[in-house]
């Protein structure tokens, strides 16, 4: 069997699926990228194939130079650990243990990335003509009640950089709401709740999200817009009796479990699944601006998004929330905190026939 440390590729992850097949398959949407962290955008994957050999070449000389770096540390701490040893009885035990323990675990780490070397002697061009690329798109969807018409107003509402919103869904396509308050939201997705339909309430991560529990082992309401106080969905510790059995288990059944219906839910619990109906509380990480008649992110409001490129702040802020207004199959109700974002999908709402 081969040794686990090998089985790595210095190639980015779209240059190794290129690298490795005679088709590679893409099934992208753009718009669902929600962490800055996340690679493969259309117009990355699109590039990356245009120049697969450049591209090749340039990822190999990268991890050569990166891992240069790596044997000059590697070097460093492997001097640091012999002189540790040969200097023993000069420390205190306990911090000598430490010292050591340390220094082994990033030797052992260094050694590991510096016998990625070996992925380099196999590596070569596998393909010498052009890669062909075919763009396609589909053009039928089921979500949202089917509605494309839908689908097409919220991407204009998010993502329009300037003029007027060009597409109209009638009210019969599709539920859709503004409510003007967080609460008359939440009390309206539970109404529906109760009613038997599958229903959650889920917000922008604009809200720390507590480790520790209530004093009297409650969740803590970390959502707080004025006299609104709600728990997020369950996180890393869970309620004490007799407050556990009021919540979902864990994040991952938030959505499915009744008791997920008591807590508000983030992208990363809905994203991938759909309701019958989805509240979405719009936070203080966008706004409206007035001058350019569109919305923009606003910097620092997001818990979760951290980068200081402004523009990839605001696509996945935005990415975020279209995924969140995409939840509901047959509805979508909303609340904003800002004032100025709640007036202009109203707006939206109202100029469509």
Not at 99 to 118: H, M, N, P
Not at 163 to 174: P, Q, S
Request: net charge neutral; proline share 3%.
């Amino acid at each position: 069997m081969t040794d686990k440390k090998y089985e790595q590729t210095f190639l980015s992850q779209t240059m190794s699926l290129l690298y490795c097949s005679k088709v590679c398959v893409f099934f992208i949407d753009d718009h669902q990228a929600v962490k800055s962290s996340e690679i493969g955008t259309s117009d990355q994957i699109k590039r990356i194939a245009s120049r697969y050999h450049q591209q090749f070449e340039e990822d190999k000389s990268a991890f050569i130079r990166d891992l240069e770096k790596k044997r000059r540390a590697l070097g460093k701490k492997q001097a640091q650990h012999s002189l540790l040893l040969a200097k023993r009885s000069e420390y205190e035990e306990r911090i000598f243990a430490k010292t050591l323990t340390s220094l082994e675990k990033d030797i052992a780490e260094l050694e590991t990335q510096v016998a990625k070397e070996r992925c380099i002697n196999d590596a070569t061009h596998n393909f010498s003509g052009n890669i062909r690329i075919l763009e396609l798109e589909l053009k039928t969807q089921f979500r949202c009640n089917g509605s494309d018409n839908y689908l097409d107003w919220i991407d204009d509402v998010i993502f329009k950089t300037s003029g007027a919103v060009n597409h109209t869904f009638k009210k019969d396509e599709y539920d859709f709401r503004l409510f003007d308050s967080p609460k008359a939201l939440y009390d309206a997705i539970r109404n529906l709740y109760d009613a038997g339909k599958t229903a959650r309430v889920a917000a922008g991560y604009c809200w720390h999200w507590s480790t520790e529990l209530a004093p009297d082992g409650d969740l803590k309401k970390d959502v707080v817009i004025g006299d609104f106080k709600m728990p997020w969905e369950t996180n890393t510790v869970r309620a004490r009796p007799p407050f556990r059995e009021k919540y979902a288990s864990c994040a991952d059944t938030w959505a499915t479990e009744p008791e997920g219906i008591n807590q508000i839910g983030c992208i990363f619990s809905i994203q991938g699944l759909e309701l019958d109906y989805m509240g979405v509380i719009i936070g203080p990480d966008l706004d409206y601006n007035p001058s350019t008649g569109t919305l923009v992110a606003v910097p620092g409001k997001n818990m979760d998004v951290k980068t200081g490129d402004a523009d990839i702040y605001d696509r996945h802020i935005k990415n975020i929330y279209r995924v969140l207004l995409t939840r509901g199959v047959k509805g979508c109700y909303v609340y904003c905190c800002n004032p100025g974002v709640a007036d202009y999908i109203s707006k939206c709402l109202n100029s469509k026939k």
